[in-house]
């Protein structure tokens, strides 16, 4: 089993920044990719951004180019710097971590809210 754990959510104004972190534990060994999605009250839940172990990269286009997705070397953590914060990024945020892909992921954290106030 792999277990995540996000930190790092809060309030803050428009325009601000936010680092999310994930921390992977247990069998990583079968994590390839890792990633977050959120959920607005009221949406669908929306793949974010996401990244393999080889750090190749991926973005919703509502992201592209005020959010960036990383990792550190030993692969059992993620971060997502968030820039630039617009109220419609208030939602619940979950890092996600698959072995092959996040369309379905296998392992879900409890996950982490971010208020983007106006």
């Known amino acids: 089993q792999v277990q995540l754990v996000e930190s790092g959510g809060g309030l803050v104004q428009a325009g601000g920044s936010l680092r999310l972190s994930c921390a992977a534990s247990g069998n990583i060994f079968r994590i390839n990719v890792m990633g977050w999605y959120r959920q607005a009250p009221g949406k669908q839940r929306e793949l974010v951004a996401s990244i393999t172990n080889g750090d190749s990269t991926k973005y919703a286009d509502s992201v592209g180019g005020r959010f960036a997705i990383s990792s550190n070397d030993a692969k059992n953590m993620v971060y997502l710097q968030m820039n630039s914060l617009k109220p419609e990024d208030t939602a619940v945020y979950y890092c996600?971590?698959?072995?092959?892909?996040?369309?379905?992921?296998?392992?879900w954290g409890q996950g982490t809210q971010v208020t983007v106030s106006s």
């Open positions: 996600a971590a698959d072995r092959y892909t996040l369309m379905r992921p296998d392992y």
